[in-house]
């Protein structure tokens, strides 16, 4: 119940497509689910973030899309780019209940 | 630059050996955590801390131990280092649990031999 599935672990895109990245979770305790983006060499660091009382975030090209009933959410990177290409992380916390994160997916954009 | 600094940046340790990760905030965050990072297996965290003298075990806490004495400064252990505990390792703070807050340090990367 405290896991965080996420799929596809690697991903592929062409420069200017749309990269897709799911996430679901068991536990309905969860109430904060963000995304995060690991450079090789650096730190995970906060990309964007969603509170379940909605269904959609945007920031700048980077959306998440949630699905409570489903317990599913997901990050839509538009337009991407080769400085894109990146570890992307998503978790998902109850505000220091629990820490949880995904396994990671590796996205390669495509010049 | 205000964040999280780990020292050291990489190590190699023999088995048996015993090191200590240190994590420095400048931000005057209350919570602190260490996490490892494995191929696959995604972030794992391994023990917290809610603020100055306290901890608390995470999902992974066999063989570490951790001490908060200050507020800025969160301390990981390895008692006797197993081929196991090879790994990166993760600092992270935050202003609450709100993961909103969370700073992640650049990680240590450890080899057991």
């Known amino acids: 119940q405290q896991q965080v599935k996420q799929s596809p672990q690697s991903l592929i895109v062409q420069k200017g497509g749309i990269s897709i990245i799911n996430c679901a979770y068991e536990?309905?305790?969860?109430?904060?689910f963000p995304w995060y983006q690991q450079f090789p060499g650096k730190g995970p660091a906060l990309l964007i973030a969603?509170?379940?009382?909605?269904s959609e975030k945007k920031e700048g090209r980077f959306t998440i899309s949630f699905n409570k009933s489903a317990k599913q959410f997901s990050l839509h990177i538009m337009d991407s780019q080769p400085g894109d290409s990146a570890t992307y992380f998503c978790?998902?916390?109850?505000?220091?209940?629990?820490?949880?994160f995904g396994p990671g997916t590796r996205l390669s954009v495509l010049p | 630059n205000a964040g999280v600094t780990q020292t050291p940046k990489f190590r190699v340790l023999k088995t048996g050996q015993s090191m200590t990760l240190l994590c420095a905030q400048d931000?005057?965050?209350?919570?602190m955590y260490w996490y490892r990072q494995d191929p696959g297996m995604g972030l794992r965290l391994i023990h917290y801390?809610?603020?100055?003298?306290?901890?608390a075990k995470g999902e992974v806490p066999d063989g570490y131990n951790v001490s908060r004495l200050k507020k800025q400064n969160f301390l990981l252990g390895l008692e006797s280092a197993a081929p196991s505990q090879t790994s990166v390792y993760f600092c992270?703070?935050?202003?609450?649990?709100?993961?909103?807050?969370?700073?992640f340090g650049s990680g240590t990367r450890l080899t057991v031999v």
């Open positions: 801390s809610v603020g100055e003298g306290t901890t």
């Open positions: 536990n309905t305790a969860f109430d904060y």
């Open positions: 992270a703070s935050s202003r609450t649990g709100d993961s909103y807050g969370y700073t």
């Open positions: 931000m005057n965050h209350e919570y």
């Open positions: 969603i509170r379940p009382d909605v």
């Open positions: 978790a998902a916390t109850n505000y220091g209940q629990n820490f949880v």
